[in-house]
């Protein structure tokens, strides 16, 4: 078995170049076109497929050749870029306050119709999970206030499987109803979990019964079953008899850990490289975390078509907006409503509630780089000097290379 190591490095594209075409083979009446696409691109990104360009130092000379990247948001190498852009913009828009993680979780029978009704059902999630913090917050007897919300969507376990969950980071405090005061949350407390879990369940079913009767909807294999209205509404009726799980952890240090959080959640993928130990003819192993058994890295083999089903549970519909904005932080009003926050937290003084914060102008612990790297043996300046067509034509060069140099 191939394996990763010091000298070895795999990747989900090495799996999909051994396999994929057995895996479009056998799956040839299944494997939709966003799917296909995916496949293709995580192969083809990094390689003369895309083509690239050849980059030479201006100091010492040296030269190599960059390929372009695939830029698919389902490509565990191509988040760096997107993450690192979008990280400078949430820097800006951190308040000096503390910041709580929540997360909503879908329980399994549920899971089933979201994965054969993506758009729709992943938007009632963030819809349902956001509707339910900002009215809980709003409740005089709870907050009495208009939070924000970021939230982005996983929907991934360690092992691949489809756990559709919405991880959301909130500002702990908000707005008066009137906007002209900041309303401190407590301390280590955002709002409480179990009538925050009875009214996301609620919310959630009540939308999915109106996409239902929409005919929003639509059930395939073992939910066909479900396009009769009784069942469907026995199938929810169940689904509203057990606990939906909502998680909140305790609130970050400040700005900066938030930053530090978001770089690592939000433009993840199901998979990152780095997992991926080995592979070969009959099987894929990969690591992950056991967290009931407090967190222990083991290792998990799938044979390879089990694997890439798996990675390919988690490719979004087209257009699909995977991290959204909420509340006070919504897109429509962000910047006006951030700057009435600041202002309102600094007309008020440090709230007593918040503890020790850093300043949003902390440098945060996950650093955004957006300029190109330099030159590796003598940390000079990196320029193109010549285009790479894709499918690894001859090149285009911008200048004479510095190895023709007659001067």
């Known amino acids: 078995m191939a394996r990763s190591g010091p000298g070895v490095r795999l990747e989900v594209a090495d799996v999909l170049r051994r396999h994929g075409d057995a895996y479009r083979l056998a799956h040839a009446g299944h494997l939709g076109r966003i799917e296909?696409?995916?496949m293709s691109a995580i192969v083809a990104c990094r390689t003369a497929a895309l083509g690239g360009h050849v980059e030479a130092c201006d100091d010492c000379g040296m030269a190599r050749v960059a390929y372009n990247s695939c830029r698919?948001?389902?490509?565990?190498?191509?988040?760096?870029?997107?993450r690192a852009q979008w990280l400078a913009a949430r820097q800006a828009e951190?308040?000096?306050?503390?910041?709580?993680h929540v997360v909503f979780t879908l329980p399994a029978p549920i899971a089933a119709i979201?994965?054969?009704?993506?758009?729709?059902?992943?938007?009632?999630?963030f819809a349902a999970s956001a509707e339910a913090m900002t009215t809980l917050a709003a409740n005089p007897r709870r907050l009495g206030a208009q939070i924000g919300v970021v939230a982005v969507l996983h929907t991934w376990g360690q092992t691949l499987t489809h756990h559709p969950h919405v991880h959301c980071v909130v500002p702990g405090g908000g707005l008066s109803p009137d906007g002209k005061r900041w309303v401190a949350g407590?301390?280590?407390f955002l709002l409480a979990v179990k009538p925050l879990s009875r009214l996301f369940r609620r919310l959630f079913l009540e939308r999915l019964q109106k996409a239902f009767d929409a005919k929003g909807l639509g059930f395939f294999g073992d939910l066909a079953h479900l396009t009769d209205p009784s069942a469907f509404a026995a199938y929810l009726a169940a689904a509203h008899r057990v606990d939906w799980i909502v998680y909140s952890k305790k609130p970050f240090g400040g700005p900066a850990q938030v930053l530090a959080y978001l770089g690592r959640y939000t433009h993840r993928v199901a998979i990152a490289n780095s997992r991926i130990q080995a592979?070969?003819?009959d099987h894929v192993a990969f690591a992950w975390k056991d967290y009931r058994d407090g967190g222990a890295v083991k290792t998990m083999c799938l044979k390879p078509d089990e694997f890439i089903r798996r990675f390919l549970l988690h490719a979004l519909p087209d257009g699909f907006h995977r991290i959204r904005h909420f509340?006070?932080?919504a897109n429509g009003h962000r910047t006006q409503k951030l700057a009435l926050c600041r202002s309102l937290l600094t007309d008020e003084g440090e709230p007593t509630t918040r503890g020790k914060i850093e300043s949003p102008t902390s440098a945060p612990s996950e650093t955004v780089d957006l300029d190109p790297p330099p030159c590796p043996e003598c940390g000079g300046v990196m320029r193109v000097i010549a285009d790479l067509p894709r499918g690894g034509q001859r090149p285009r060069s911008k200048r004479p290379p510095f190895w023709c140099d007659t001067s």
């Open 279 to 281: 592979c070969d003819d």
């Open 327 to 329: 509340g006070f932080l």
């Open 36 to 38: 296909r696409r995916v």
């Open 186 to 188: 407590r301390p280590n």
């Open 72 to 82: 698919n948001r389902h490509c565990p190498k191509c988040q760096g870029v997107a």
């Open 114 to 125: 979201a994965f054969q009704n993506k758009a729709v059902v992943y938007a009632i999630l």
């Open 94 to 100: 951190l308040l000096a306050v503390p910041y709580f």
